[in-house]
């Protein structure tokens, strides 16, 4: 039997980059909060400039929680889905914005509206086939106050391109309109990147730095970046990096309203019989608690977080909490982003010195991104940003990536080549604008469970037309900059079949205003259970030709405020 | 009431779990941060003879000698001495690859062990003698019918071949606290100075080979000792 808690005003399930977010505007609008986390606190000690730790070992990333769950996945309903071997998040307090790059871009506000857009710019033609997607239930300039909180709060580096409408081309000129200027200069360049700058200028391009949620100063009593190159799944040894854990929770803690449950597992989402959630049951040290609550901000990872709704099922909810028309886990998808053959790589003749740095230090064109150009007779919506950075590690650098074929691969004469070229590529993002589908869903896995017999969830990815076309179109673009930089080989950018499990996972609990098309409403709240609310990528029915996180970390934000200024409604 | 799985499933072994804390968040004071900062800074200007050597994980041999021998031969073909330098032996990646079987690649023990006896039986076949006491040219013949997986008696040479091969890199251009990349042979060769707590804008200058650092992570960590 669970030992019965005290009450309290809110429970929010999961202190990574939504919760961790989540709980500052509910503590200072004097709600008691406490925030159940599957993980615990880490601290620099843990963080090494190590590739074998941090990269072939995984043992930032490494979340003994999500290890235990790991989805399986299949390209069609004709197959049996098979588990993945390992799954791409962490737990921990601050959870996947510990080792995450942390670029933090504010999505366009045509990635707002894409359905209506569309129909207005190019018909309907232009839709792609068995696309479910629907204007978000929300436009650019309803977040923009929230992506302000977000980037003073948290802490983004970066350079405006656009401040009430007037453009600066030293930012990004495609921006949306924002209300003032970063709080922070972007990260530090270099030389290959003010190299880059200047290449893409003179093919027209308007290149800018990328924004980033990494100190470029010192900032809020932390110090500012280092570049030492050991970003990339690994967590800041200076607490550069505005990893919630460090930003938000001890701002939320020092409010004395916020309790943190650390290496806490929650079950269920409990209800009662008129569908309201009454809170949650978890485990913790071998013991089962309930911890009752007024309300629940259901704030886990994409994958947990559907999962954790059809479970939660009950008398009300015999599909799962906030089911009852059959959406949760419909509208999911991975971002088109990073993935073998979306990329693209490039070998310079000559030594870039792009060793150290930092992933987020990167020069970023817009200009094949979102709807920035015509589109008429491509074939395709959206487009992606282009995004060349810096931080090699010796042995991923020696292996050489797509350029390994250039030499025999062992022997002295693969010795000479890597000796001469090792430091000389350097890597490109092409992520892209990614819609959801009728042919890709998460549901449960009919076979495969955790180790508690729940069932892990299950990922269905049918193919598209739309993305791969979007992602090469982008990507013949960061060809022509690398090679016009200097490049004398270029790998990767066919447009890839897209993720298996994606570090960017989107949808599933889609936001909306019609409760067949969506689970929660345009606030983040269940349109069945009125006091769940869901924050997360889960709730995003697109993704935008860039990183997510900020979006869902102002949504989060969005959906605590609200919660705050509706209290009693929502509670009652 | 729920099972709790802890106590039967560990998903990463117990020396590798983060360690329980009290549930406060770290609070460092200002001033111990800037101080940090400013040594991290400073650490990555001193000359080299001020840093010291880098010291090796402490993880047993698991590899049987015979076993070690052919692996040995085996890294030194994948990145042989020759005149830009020494290579994968010198390094130590044989050392390295006998360690990480003893801890985290622990799973892959039997597998490795399988294939390098069935190496060493492809050259008694073709040569009648043992792998590592062929001449040169010989034993890079076999590994070019390993990589190619035309290797008879020997179904999943290919895959042996990948495997080792992957390790090899790892083991010649990890940090030398693994026990390979040794005097940082590897480093050196491919031009990567070192790990640092900080970069300077100079150390990301384009169009020269930077000067080794010879700097392990593991000797700039005053904090703590390893992990």
């Known amino acids: 039997m669970a030992t019965k808690l005290r009450e309290t005003d809110v429970v929010v399930i999961g202190l990574g980059g939504a919760g961790g977010v989540a709980v500052l505007p509910l503590t200072r609008g004097g709600l008691k909060v406490v925030g159940i986390e599957a993980g615990t606190w880490m601290t620099p000690a843990d963080f090494h400039a190590d590739e074998i730790y941090n990269n072939v070992r995984s043992l930032v990333t490494t979340g003994n929680k999500v290890s235990r769950e790991v989805p399986t996945f299949r390209t069609s309903p004709n197959d049996v889905a098979r588990q993945v071997a390992r ?456 993704a935008g030709a860039r990183n997510p996180t900020q979006t869902w970390q102002a949504l989060a934000w969005r959906t605590a405020q609200h919660l705050v200024d509706s209290w009693n409604d929502i509670t009652a | 009431m729920f099972e709790d799985p802890d106590d039967r499933m560990p998903a990463v072994p117990a020396s590798q779990l983060p360690v329980a804390r009290e549930t406060e968040p770290p609070q460092p004071e200002r001033r111990v941060l800037l101080r940090s900062a400013l040594a991290a800074s400073m650490l990555s200007l001193l000359p080299l003879e001020m840093r010291q050597a880098a010291h090796a994980v402490d993880a047993p041999s698991v590899l049987a000698a015979e076993l070690l021998t052919i692996l040995d031969a085996f890294v030194d073909r994948i990145i042989p001495a020759d005149q830009n330098g020494p290579g994968a032996r010198a390094a130590g990646a044989a050392i390295y690859i006998d360690r990480s079987l003893g801890d985290w690649n622990a799973g892959e023990l039997e597998t490795l062990s399988v294939g390098l006896r069935a190496l060493d039986a492809l050259a008694r076949r073709r040569f009648s003698a043992g792998f590592a006491t062929l001449p040169d040219a010989q034993k890079d013949e076999l590994l070019t019918v390993m990589e190619a997986g035309q290797a008879e008696s020997f179904a999943n040479a290919q895959q042996i071949f990948n495997r080792l091969h992957r390790l090899t890199l790892e083991g010649t251009f990890s940090d030398p606290y693994y026990g390979g990349n040794r005097n940082f042979i590897g480093w050196d060769l491919i031009g990567y100075p070192g790990a640092v707590l900080a970069s300077t804008p100079e150390m990301q200058r384009m169009g020269h080979r930077l000067a080794p650092l010879h700097t392990s992570a593991y000797t700039l960590k005053h904090e703590h000792d390893g992990h």
């Open chain 1, 87 to 542: 799954h791409p998040m962490m737990n921990a307090v601050g959870g996947t914005t510990i080792h995450y790059h942390a670029q933090s871009w504010r999505l366009n506000p045509w990635d707002f509206r894409i359905r209506s857009a569309t129909l207005e710019r190019y018909g309907a033609k232009y839709l792609p086939e068995g696309s479910t997607v629907e204007d978000w239930p929300l436009s650019y300039d309803d977040l923009e106050p929230y992506y302000d909180h977000i980037e003073y709060e948290v802490g983004v580096s970066g350079k405006a391109g656009n401040i009430k409408g007037v453009i600066d081309p030293a930012g990004n000129i495609f921006e949306g309109p924002r209300q003032r200027e970063y709080p922070m200069p972007p990260l530090r360049s270099c030389d290959y990147l003010d190299h880059m700058d200047k290449v893409a200028r003179s093919l027209g391009l308007h290149p800018y730095r990328g924004p980033a949620a990494i100190n470029s100063t010192v900032y809020q009593n932390r110090a500012g970046c280092a570049y030492h190159g050991y970003c990339d799944r690994g967590g800041c040894h200076m607490r550069a990096k505005n990893s919630t854990d460090v930003s938000i929770i001890p701002k939320a803690m020092a409010t004395k309203r916020l309790t943190v449950v650390d290496n806490a597992v929650v079950r269920r989402i409990e209800s009662d019989n008129v569908g309201k959630v009454t809170g949650v049951t978890y485990l913790r040290g071998g013991k089962e608690f309930f911890q009752p609550a007024r309300a629940v901000l259901l704030g886990a990872y994409t994958y947990e977080n559907i999962r954790l709704l059809l479970l939660s099922k009950s008398r009300f909810y015999p599909d799962g909490l906030g089911n009852k028309r059959g959406q949760v886990g419909k509208h999911y998808f991975g971002h088109w982003e990073a993935q073998a053959g979306t990329s693209v790589s490039a070998l310079f003749p000559t030594d870039l010195n792009i060793w150290y740095g930092a992933l987020a230090q990167g020069v970023m064109v817009d200009d094949l991104a979102d709807d920035n150009f015509d589109h008429g007779g491509l074939g395709f919506i959206g487009g992606a940003s282009l995004h060349a950075y810096t931080e090699k590690h010796p042995i991923g650098a020696a292996a050489m990536g797509g350029f390994g074929r250039m030499s025999k691969r062992w022997g002295s004469e693969w010795k000479a080549f890597i000796k001469e070229n090792a430091g000389r590529s350097a890597p490109a993002y092409v992520q892209t604008t990614t819609l959801p589908y009728e042919n890709t869903w998460a549901d449960l896995d009919p076979t495969v469970k955790d180790p508690y017999g729940d069932p892990v969830l299950r990922i269905t990815s049918g193919p598209k037309q739309n993305e791969p076309r979007a992602a090469a179109h982008a990507a013949a673009k960061m060809i022509e900059w690398f090679k016009a930089a200097g490049a004398i080989a270029t790998t990767g950018g066919q447009g890839g079949t897209g993720p298996v499990l994606s570090t960017h996972a989107h949808g599933g609990t889609r936001m909306g205003r019609d409760p067949n098309t969506s689970v929660v409403d345009p606030w983040g709240f269940s349109h069945d259970a009125r006091n769940l609310g869901v924050i997360g990528g889960s709730v995003m029915g697109t």
